[in-house]
């Protein structure tokens, strides 16, 4: 498959029979582009209503993979640790290496205690607060692409000063460098998976860039407990790297080339995703579609505030958001309600400190078990990218939330019989269940809770509002996953294990009675038909906009 830029110099593949003259524009005399030979029988290739093709499909998959190469940077940074917090109770936590730990200068490095260690997990999720809003406003003002790109200097910065920790203080750094960075890349990557992909596989391509980011934690706890500190940092080092390499040929989001008003690189950039080079009407409708859609959200939040409007910027846009009555403000609500319920429901201390809170005993190690969880949900988050768009969202919630729950009372069940009778837990007819609640969770949360929610950001927001909508919902989501992760450790030693999941296994349920109440299914609805389902004062659209 050409890349973006090849396709850009080249021009667009020509069907059979034709020939490209200088400067790649059809050789005269040839069969017009969209044409089909007489008597040939064949669909002309402008058809309104062609099928996706196969190469279509390929490319807009490539493109989706290539930008969620960042997430898997993400993923790593999670679970890195996991795998390393036993490790740096020890004064030997870098060892085995060379130079510092081994009599250097600045002697061997100084043990962690349990609540800095608490920090080290719980200050990513207050880096990607702190850089949510600046990474959407950047989006908005610079592109998808180049500040997407922006993030993979930060990763590296940050495992560089891993390099370097001898004790908490440049962790503590590192892993605020690795919430910047995180924020500009899930906040991003979430615009650019919507917004280059056509509706038919916008659910898809978003579940399968959260795919990847579970992909990232498989990577942290697979190599961490069996190489050494330094090995470990160095590896996760390159995924950024390779992060740059595949995603630099990508091209702009066509969506916010319009809205700045540049339709020919915006067209360009369609021809490529939809594979129409041979088609150009089928690449003016579908932008045509667009900047109508661009339009008629401009005119209604005219409309409904031209206070608002006349304001513009960042406050127009959280005006909008919270005050004026509309879709926008219904999806802010709902998904906002549900992003909370997932940060809520345990899936970072489960991704951070599994491999301490698993009882002794069973017949796989801790590590093992944690590999295999990361192995489950990675494998699940691919099946919840095959079901999304075919299943739908609402049921693919509701019964993966209701499995993550039965999952979270088993442990909740456990633990608390372990710490508050005289059951010895440890026999073999009872230390199995942890594990197996663990991997039950990791069958169900990435489905469920953990993509669902995502995919409904992507999807709901109209891109006037994105720029200033996801970064709110991530600051939102990461402050209440910091609490979290901070207080998991601190409940963990005033009240027990089991109160912590006493909490999530609530949380849980109640995300159950949320989606069966509120969440309306928008699986295959193009964006102004979804716009219509949340606001009941619009017109319902009886068909499909052309192009689907």
């Known amino acids: 498959m050409r890349n973006y830029e090849t396709f850009r110099r080249d021009g667009p593949d020509l069907p059979d029979g034709h020939a490209r003259g200088p400067g790649g524009v059809a050789a005269a005399g040839k069969p017009r582009v969209g044409v089909a030979p007489r008597g040939s029988g064949q669909r002309p290739p402008c058809a309104p209503r062609g099928p996706r093709t196969p190469r279509a499909i390929r490319r807009q998959v490539l493109v989706n993979l290539a930008a969620g190469l960042a997430c898997v940077a993400v993923g790593s940074c999670l679970g890195w640790p996991s795998p390393i917090l036993d490790r740096m109770s020890s004064k030997h936590w870098r060892w085995p290496g060379v130079g510092l730990e081994r009599g250097g200068g600045l002697g061997p490095p100084r043990p962690l205690s349990t609540d800095e260690a608490s920090w080290v997990v719980s200050l990513m999720d207050l880096g990607i607060v702190l850089g949510s809003l600046p990474a959407g406003w950047a989006a908005d003002r610079w592109g998808r692409r180049p500040v997407l790109l922006s993030c993979a200097p930060m990763f590296v910065a940050s495992w560089l000063l891993v390099l370097a920790a001898q004790g908490p203080e440049f962790l503590y750094a590192a892993r605020l460098?690795?919430?910047?960075?995180?924020?500009?890349?899930?906040?991003?990557?979430?615009?650019?998976?919507?917004?280059?992909?056509?509706?038919?596989?916008?659910?898809?391509?978003?579940?399968?860039?959260?795919?990847?980011?579970?992909?990232?934690?498989?990577?942290?706890?697979?190599?961490?407990?069996?190489?050494?500190?330094?090995?470990?940092?160095?590896?996760?080092?390159?995924?950024?790297?390779?992060?740059?390499?595949?995603?630099?040929?990508?091209?702009?989001?066509?969506?916010?080339?319009?809205?700045?008003?540049?339709?020919?690189?915006?067209?360009?950039?369609?021809?490529?995703?939809?594979?129409?080079?041979?088609?150009?009407?089928?690449?003016?409708?579908?932008?045509?579609?667009?900047?109508?859609?661009?339009?008629?959200?401009?005119?209604?939040?005219?409309?409904?505030?031209?206070?608002?409007?006349?304001?513009?910027?960042?406050?127009?846009?959280?005006?909008?958001?919270?005050?004026?009555?509309?879709?926008?403000?219904?999806?802010?609500?709902?998904?906002?309600?549900?992003?909370?319920?997932?940060?809520?429901?345990?899936?970072?201390?489960?991704?951070?400190?599994?491999?301490?809170?698993?009882?002794?005993?069973?017949?796989?190690?801790?590590?093992?078990?944690?590999?295999?969880?990361?192995?489950?949900?990675?494998?699940?988050?691919?099946?919840?990218?095959?079901?999304?768009?075919?299943?739908?969202?609402?049921?693919?919630?509701?019964?993966?939330?209701?499995?993550?729950?039965?999952?979270?009372?088993?442990?909740?069940?456990?633990?608390?019989?372990?710490?508050?009778?005289?059951?010895?837990?440890?026999?073999?007819?009872?230390?199995?269940?942890?594990?197996?609640?663990?991997?039950?969770?990791?069958?169900?949360?990435?489905?469920?809770?953990?993509?669902?929610?995502?995919?409904?950001?992507?999807?709901?927001?109209?891109?006037?509002?994105?720029?200033?909508?996801?970064?709110?919902?991530?600051?939102?989501?990461?402050?209440?996953?910091?609490l979290v992760s901070k207080l998991y450790q601190v409940v963990w030693d005033a009240w027990g294990k089991d109160v912590a999941f006493w909490f999530f296994t609530a949380d849980c349920l109640l995300a159950v009675v949320v989606a069966t109440a509120l969440l309306k299914e928008t699986k295959g609805k193009s964006f102004p038909e979804i716009q219509d389902l949340l606001d009941s004062r619009r017109k319902r659209r009886s068909a499909p906009t052309w192009p689907s």
């Open 177 to 482: 460098l690795q919430g910047l960075a995180s924020s500009v890349a899930m906040v991003v990557t979430a615009m650019y998976a919507g917004e280059v992909s056509d509706d038919g596989l916008r659910g898809a391509n978003s579940a399968m860039v959260a795919m990847l980011l579970t992909l990232g934690t498989v990577v942290s706890y697979s190599v961490g407990p069996y190489v050494t500190y330094r090995a470990f940092a160095v590896s996760l080092l390159g995924v950024p790297a390779l992060f740059v390499l595949c995603f630099c040929w990508a091209p702009e989001s066509p969506y916010w080339l319009l809205v700045q008003g540049r339709r020919l690189e915006a067209e360009h950039a369609l021809r490529y995703l939809r594979d129409a080079g041979s088609c150009p009407l089928r690449v003016c409708a579908e932008a045509d579609r667009i900047e109508a859609g661009i339009m008629e959200a401009s005119d209604a939040a005219a409309r409904s505030s031209p206070s608002s409007a006349s304001s513009g910027g960042l406050l127009a846009s959280f005006r909008e958001l919270l005050v004026v009555p509309g879709p926008d403000r219904a999806a802010f609500a709902l998904v906002i309600t549900l992003t909370s319920l997932q940060a809520l429901s345990g899936s970072d201390p489960m991704t951070a400190y599994s491999a301490v809170t698993l009882p002794n005993g069973f017949v796989l190690g801790a590590n093992e078990v944690v590999i295999f969880f990361g192995v489950v949900s990675t494998l699940s988050t691919g099946v919840g990218a095959v079901l999304m768009d075919r299943a739908g969202r609402r049921p693919l919630l509701i019964a993966f939330s209701a499995l993550q729950f039965a999952s979270l009372l088993a442990s909740a069940v456990y633990y608390t019989l372990d710490e508050r009778t005289t059951l010895d837990m440890s026999v073999p007819e009872w230390v199995w269940v942890p594990p197996a609640a663990l991997v039950l969770y990791g069958v169900s949360y990435p489905i469920g809770l953990g993509c669902v929610p995502n995919t409904l950001q992507v999807e709901l927001f109209s891109t006037r509002v994105k720029g200033v909508a996801l970064p709110a919902i991530l600051v939102s989501f990461n402050a209440l996953t910091f």
